[in-house]
């Protein structure tokens, strides 16, 4: 095997590593979205709800604005601690910074490879290389089910060029 092929070799790790891990990033993403909506939505309808009830003059509906603002409060505390839209745009983030890389890597090898010296294209590798360590070490962790999820989708094409099939 010669050194260009073994320079191959490994960028392809690194776009597969950075395939699994943009689209485990994108999945996670997409769930604390809904979270966020969900507990979002269902807060305000039924802080809507409560000032309603409270508004209203007879006494058992005061019952159900005190257990609705019970349970808003609730929602709203839970809602702070996970803070869902910040843990979204976390992994959104470093979804597109893993499919920034995989960009990169996949024109390095199909592109620039043959065109540079083994030295200048072994310097380049390890270059790429630092970006995906460096955002495996900054990135917030792929939950299991998201990584499972998408390693699931890639397995059925999902993530395919209609020019690669």
Same mark, same amino acid.
């Given at each position: 095997? $010669? ?29 604390? #979205?809904? #979270?966020?909506?969900? %507990? ?23 019952? #159900?604005?005190? #257990? ?6 609730? %929602? ?34 199909? %592109?620039?490879? $043959? ?6 294209? $072994?310097?380049?590798?390890?270059? %790429? ?37």
């Amino acid at each position: 095997m $010669t050194n260009k092929q073994k320079i191959i070799n490994e960028a392809n790790r690194i776009e597969e590593d950075s395939l699994h891990s943009a689209k485990g990033h994108f999945c996670a993403a997409q769930c604390w #979205v809904n #979270v966020n909506l969900w %507990l979002g939505g269902i807060s305000a309808v039924l802080s809507a709800i409560a000032g309603a009830s409270a508004l209203s003059q007879f006494d058992h509906h005061n019952i #159900v604005a005190g #257990v609705l603002s019970i349970i808003v409060a609730g %929602l709203t505390g839970i809602f702070t601690f996970i803070n869902p839209n910040e843990r979204a745009a976390a992994h959104h983030k470093a979804g597109n910074k893993y499919n920034a890389l995989r960009n990169d890597v996949r024109i390095f090898y199909d %592109l620039e490879v $043959t065109e540079i010296d083994d030295k200048k294209a $072994t310097d380049d590798l390890k270059k %790429l290389n630092d970006r995906r360590n460096k955002l495996n070490i900054d990135s917030v962790q792929i939950p299991k089910w998201a990584f499972k999820k998408a390693r699931k989708g890639i397995e059925e094409g999902e993530a395919k060029y209609k020019i690669d099939n």
